[in-house]
């Protein structure tokens, strides 16, 4: 009921879309199947996630109006530890909305906020998500997406840009084409994926970074998650 009420509260204050109510309902029925829980393949997603945001050249954190309604702090926080700056991307585009989010991620301690402009497009969109920031996404080697659509994922990719994304359907397209999926809620990934910072200890070195990448193999943390939710096995 809680994040339901954020989500209710983003779309009050402009920074939610109503579309973005019904795609948080398909993903709640997906939390409900695995549990509402960080499973332990998500958990060696996250490490591996982690890793591959510190080894990037040019991290970027992508933000939409679901994820800046749900975890604005954790966002700004995951930011500030790992020097992946913040940028604003909607599929519902406006000037108001993106001057909504980006006060409510000021209001959370964001410093600079990221926004899209017309100077700077990914070419094979033709939705409103092709427009992003010359010094943001559109330089990025890596872009975590904690919520995206598969349209842009596979757009990105097809850029190449790696893209971490946090889906609860491993199913769904955006898990499938992205580099690295963490089938987990938001609201539990983002703030364990700072947590695991803070358990590196600033113990950032190639080995540690590698390990962590190659333990993650995409295909079989999918199976797993599609097995946990068909079968619903602990």
Do not use: W
Not at 48 to 56: K, S
Not at 76 to 98: K, Q
Not at 99 to 113: P, Q, S, T
Request: aromatic share 4%; glycine share 8%; proline share 3%.
């Amino acid at each position: 009921m809680l994040i339901r009420e954020r989500l209710v509260e983003g779309v009050n204050k402009g920074i939610t879309s109503q579309h973005g109510l019904i795609a948080h309902g398909r993903g709640e029925a997906f939390d409900y199947l695995i549990g509402e829980r960080t499973r332990d393949f998500a958990e060696i997603t996250i490490r591996a996630a982690v890793a591959m945001m510190f080894r990037a050249d040019r991290p970027v954190i992508s933000v939409n109006g679901n994820a800046a309604a749900l975890v604005p702090g954790d966002l700004v926080r995951l930011s500030e530890v790992t020097g992946a700056p913040l940028e604003i991307n909607l599929f519902h585009h406006s000037r108001e909305r993106i001057a909504a989010i980006a006060a409510h991620l000021r209001e959370f301690g964001a410093v600079d906020v990221l926004e899209p402009t017309a100077d700077a497009v990914i070419v094979s969109l033709s939705s409103d998500r092709r427009y992003v920031n010359p010094d943001g996404i559109a330089r990025a080697d890596v872009v975590f997406v904690p919520l995206e659509d598969g349209d842009r994922c596979g757009a990105l990719r097809a850029a190449g840009k790696s893209v971490i994304t946090v889906d609860l359907n491993p199913m769904s397209r955006t898990s499938r084409d992205a580099s690295i999926t963490i089938v987990d809620n938001v609201v539990r990934a983002v703030p364990r994926m700072i947590a695991r910072v803070a358990e590196l200890g600033g113990a950032l070195d190639e080995a540690t970074l590698r390990r962590d990448i190659d333990s993650y193999a995409h295909d079989s943390i999918l199976v797993k998650a599609e097995h946990a939710i068909r079968s619903g096995a602990s």
